[in-house]
């Protein structure tokens, strides 16, 4: 390309046959037609930025956090929309769990993502309570856990005071809440309902481990 351009200057320099007042104009399409070409190369050549559709949880499960990795997860859904390479979202989980309410938006986000964008979750540290559901909601077969992941689930906590008709709608939102809970289990992992009701009556806090989270279903691969 280099030799194309000063061949194209050289061709308007003066010679001996061509004096100064006589010297050529500079062929500027031809001169800029390779210009073009040389950009394009190089622009073939420069090496892409990295295409990162990760993001992650390492703290509780508030408001806040879950506002920003919905719209994370939207905006990278998106991406495989525009054209781009599909490529799936992996979604890290690092908690010791959080808001139900919340927990619940994530994952109503997470099972409409899925249908078209695979979510690889990975489960590093410790998941539990809300985390777990969160966990699991990964695309199956691609919900990957640490070796040494500590998972926990466990009956869902009210914590109201007051009259006697507080403490009872409380209890009734706490029932639900704990419904909502077993339920989403059940269809994100291979526990039944009657397998998972048994399992939290027998002990406040369930502690699993890597093994026992990939056999009753909470992941897949343990790394």
Do not use: W
């Not at 280099?2 to 001996?16: F, M, T, V, Y």
């Not at 800029?32 to 190369?41: K, P, R």
């Not at 639900?176 to 399992?199: D, G, P, R, W």
């Amino acid at each position: 390309m280099i030799g194309k351009i000063l061949d194209i200057i050289g061709a308007a320099a003066p010679n001996e046959k061509n004096q100064p007042e006589q010297k050529k104009e500079i062929d500027e399409a031809a001169l800029e037609e390779v210009l073009a070409q040389m950009l394009m190369q190089e622009g073939a050549a420069a090496p892409s930025e990295p295409d990162l559709r990760s993001i992650g949880l390492f703290s509780d499960v508030s408001e806040e956090k879950v506002a920003e990795l919905i719209h994370a997860m939207l905006y990278l859904n998106e991406l495989n929309k525009s054209g781009r390479p599909v490529k799936p979202i992996k979604f890290y989980v690092s908690t010791y769990g959080g808001s139900a309410d919340d927990m619940f938006g994530m994952y109503d986000i997470m099972r409409n993502i899925r249908e078209t964008t695979e979510i690889h979750t990975v489960g590093l540290g410790k998941v539990m309570s809300a985390g777990v559901i969160l966990l699991a909601s990964g695309t199956k077969g691609k919900r990957e856990i640490g070796k040494n992941c500590r998972v926990m689930i466990h009956s869902v906590i009210g914590g109201n005071h007051g009259p006697l008709h507080n403490l009872l709608n409380e209890m009734e939102a706490v029932e639900q809440i704990q419904q909502m809970y077993i339920e989403c289990l059940v269809a994100e992992t291979s526990m039944t309902k009657k397998q998972l009701k048994k399992l939290l009556e027998r002990k406040v806090n369930v502690y699993l481990s890597a093994e026992e989270a990939v056999e009753l279903g909470i992941a897949d691969i343990i790394i």
